[in-house]
Each structure stands twice: as structure tokens, then as C-alpha cells.
């Protein structure tokens, strides 16, 4: 087996590398230059002191500390955002992206697709470029007004200010509805709103809703509802993650958000700069309206989600919750007073709560679902060989990653260079063209950078419109085997690990990591190509896997070192993955400046 080959490989290299790095080594040509470049050198002690790599040779000029100096990455987020010329805001959104990748705490690994299998039965569902699946407009030819439904475990929040997961974009998308959705071809188009009007400086924005607009409850909703929603959504107290989506907003800084109700069926907001991407927001799940009423009559100052934690909470979308036994299954109805509902003909959603992928693809091959949104890495294969119009791969703007917690222990005594360059040994020595190959199986392409592959660049162009631009050579490892694990080992000398002879580290120095994941095949696989890569110099990489729920919750509080990790863009532009990783965004798992 390759991986195994490559190990034996490791063991009987005998080097000895060359002190000094190159700077900007982010340059794919720089790692295999390094290495090339190595020595075998006969050196007393004193000498072999003074051969040590300088971990600061080695990180790009772009390179803050991503602890102590993270306030000028959080600066420049601020002036993209106020920004008016795109084409300097371009150019700004590429001196974040190489900030980011300049300390290695968020390692690429490809670029997302979608898969998932539906029955030949079943048409009319959708999904947009960001993985929100909707389910509102879906047709049974086998004569079913039931859809059975499987897209994950025990979904973490259904408050859509809360939710920061993919699942639950869904359950949000199918049962709320925003001043703007997406159809089936991918477009904003209006849902709560009939649209809006702008003023010529291109700040103040007055949007019509439609008339009639109801909660589940019958009751009226109105532009005030918006207003509520919003503010609750920035307001401290809910500790909302994607509380920073609104701070393109005029009064975020301020705590004063500008966005007002002027009747019934009119809303007025004002942005603090032109945005390209507002109908985006207006879709996005964080901008759903909540029922004040419901919402406060059943949340306290502890648990503001709390209203929706179990079924029969109000909502405004296609569906409604009318039964969920935790972690197991959830039924949601027809919503007759959602303002499209005499287009939904199927009146019952049931989902199965499962992430265990043998057993929702038996339950899907059984006829007991008509939909799953997970399948078994050792399914693919066979599917992809039989054709079988049942299994759907979809194109979807998102990165596969891998972060490291900025401030983990494992970097306690080293220089911020020096635990950058260890990041980045590891970074070169994962097998992502492996991962792709053997493990996605469905044309992933190998990451060089994080911002995906296609994504707009806010100016008319494409941000990164070829897999060779980059910042290292994702196939490193397979072009140049040797190389690239001498530059690997010469990276972690800089950062103060010594070797043996045979390349692997002493004794004196190990380095063991814990890597955190949520139970899936795929998740767990990639987990164990990358232990195996590790291996080759060393490194101990053990697996810790846990429930989806605690998973999201530990890799949001910083607890763990390194952590499997995916982001699904929200909409297409480029600042929505930079901004996340601002100091005070909830979505700062890798804990920048904290």
C-alpha cells in the first residue's frame, strides 16, 4: 500500500539539512528547493547548534502572530467591509486570505462537492451553491404527501440566529422564510419581500413586504418582526455566531443597528458601505424573522434559543415542527399560512437523526427514506461504477480544512514562527491527492488555499480561477516524496524538534496530537490517511471522536489542538470566509487572537 511504502521510505533516510530556509516559503518551488538544497554534513555539537534552522526564514512576509497581533487581520476585515472601490477591495481580500495562510492554523485540504442519494420518485428538490437544500417544492410520482428524510444527527440550534451548521441552514430554510430565498437555479429571488428600492448613494435600502404575511400561529407578521430579529440577532446577550454578518450595517460598531419599521409592510435599513451581495444576506438564515412573542414567552437570559427546542415553536416558513423525539426523528407539517403554500404538495417532512452512514444508507436501500444526505465511503466506489441515477454529486462553493487552536498548549514554549513552521511540516506531509482520490472519490479537487476554487471576487472576476494558484503545491507530497519530508523535517527543526538519524523525531522531542472529529466514515477516514502521514517522521496522531453536538461545542470553545473542519460559503464572495475569522467572530474556532 502507498502509505505503507512510504513510511518504510522514511525510515532509512539519513539527512542531515542545510541552516538556512528561504523566505515567502509559502512558494511551492521554495519546498522543493529546500529540501533539494539539503545537505549531509559530518558536524561537532556546537555545530550542529548553529545549523538549526531559523524558524523566521521561513514564515511569508505576510505573517502576523496569530495570537498576539491578530488585531490588524481583525482592522483589515473592517476597511474590506467599508471599502467602495471592489477593486481595492479585491486586493484587500487577497492580503487577508495571505495572512490566513501564513500561519498554517487553517490547512486546506480540497474543495467541497455535494453528494447525496434520492429516489427516482422524488423530484422538485433543490439546492443552492452554500448546501442549504430545500424541500418546499418537492414531488412524489409514487403517490406519497410524505418525504422521508435523513441530513444528520440531533441538529445543534433551530433558532436561525444560533445555527451556524449546514443541516441546520436546512431545517431553517424549509422552516422560516427571509425577505429573499434562492431558486431552483441558484438565484436570489423575493419570499417575505416583493423587493426594494435603494437610495443613489447606494446606503439605504426600503424593502415592501408582501401583504398578508403570517406567523404558524396565524398571527400577523410585519416589518417590525425584521426589525426585532435583527437587533436581537447582534445583541450581546443572544451570542449569535454570525453576529458580524450586520456589521456592514450602519450603528454595529455603535451597538445601534439601523434598521427600522415604518409601517407594516415596510422596512428601512442603512448600510454603513455598499454591499454586492445584500439579497444574499436578506436570504441568509441569520436575517429570518423571529415571533417576539413566542420567543420571549419561552426563552430565558440563559437559553435564548431555548424557544425552539422542541416542537410546536412558532416559525413563518413552508413547514412546522410538530414532532421530534431527541436524536431519533423529527416531523414537520405543511404550514397553511406560509405565503406559498398552495405550491407544496407534499405535507409531511419525517427525518430520520442518525450520523451513523451504514445505517442510513441501509434505511435508504430498504425503502424506508427517499432522501440521504449521507452516504458510506466504501458505497461510493461501487455507486459511481454502476451509474446509479439515484446518487447525486453536486457542485457547492466550500473548503475542506483542518485547523489547529491557535493558543493549544502543544505550542507553549515556541515563538509564534516557530509553531507556525510546525503547522506547516504538517501541512506538507498530508496526502491530499490520497484523500480526494480514495476517500472522496467524487472529483474533490486538492486545496492550495482557502478561499475555494471559483468563488466571485466581488468585482466582476473570479477570486482564484485555476487549482495552480496557490500557496504550496497540494500534490507536493506525491511529485516529490522525498523532498517534501525533508522539508517537512527541516520545518520542525526550526521550530525546535530534533531527529535521529533515520528521520524521525527523538525521544527528547515528541510531538503527540490529539485530533478531534465527529463520527463519520469519511471524517474518520481522512482522519486516518492523515495519522499515516504524520507517522512518517514521528509524529503521533491520535483520534478522538464525538457526538455532532459536543463536537460543534468543543471546537467552539478552543477545546482541542487540532480539529477536522469544513466551511460552506453563505453566499459568493470572498469576505464571507475571511470575516469569520475575526477575533470576536463565534466562528473563530481556531481561537485568532484570544
Known sequence: MKKYLAMVLALIMVLSLAACGSKGSDDAATTTTAAANAETTTASDDEAEDDVPNAADYVSEAFIDPV???????????????????????????????????????????????????????????????????????????????????????????????????????????????????????????ACATGYTVSEDGLTYTVTLKDGLKWSDGSDLTAADFEYSWKRAVAPETAADYEYMFSGFAGYDEGDLQVTAIDDTTLEFVLAAPCAYIEDLMAFPTFYPVCKAYVEANSTADAPGAWCTEAGFVSNGAYVCTGWTHDESMTYEKNPYWYDADKVTVEKLEFMLSAEDTTIYAAYNSGNLDFCDSIPTDAIADLLAENNAEFHIVDELGTYYIAFNAGSEMFAGKTAEQAACMRQAISVLIDRDYICENIGQTGQVAANAYIPLGMADGNGGVFKSSAEDGYYDAYAINNDYDGTVAYAIELLEAAGYKFTDEGLLSDETPIAIEYLTNPSSGHVAIAESIQQDLAVVGIELTISQQDWNVFLEERKAGNFDMAREGWIADFNDPINMLEMFTTTSGNNDPQFGR
Open 68 to 190: 498576539a497581533d491578530w488585531a490588524q487581520y481583525d482592522a483589515l476585515i473592517a476597511q474590506i467591509k467599508a471599502e467602495t472601490d471592489y477593486t481595492v477591495r479585491t486586493e484587500l481580500m487577497h492580503q487577508a486570505e495571505d495572512i490566513l495562510m501564513s500561519n498554517y492554523c487553517v490547512i486546506p485540504v480540497y474543495y467541497y462537492n455535494d453528494i447525496y442519494m434520492q429516489k427516482d420518485y422524488v423530484s422538485g428538490i433543490y439546492s443552492n451553491p452554500f448546501a442549504t437544500k430545500f424541500f418546499m417544492y418537492a414531488k412524489m410520482a409514487n403517490g406519497s404527501t410524505t418525504l422521508r428524510l435523513q441530513l444528520a444527527s440531533e441538529p445543534d440550534y433551530l433558532d436561525p440566529a444560533l445555527n451556524s451548521s449546514v443541516d441546520g441552514a436546512c431545517l431553517a430554510a424549509n422552516t422560516f422564510s427571509g425577505l429573499y430565498t434562492y431558486d431552483e437555479t441558484g438565484k436570489t429571488v423575493p
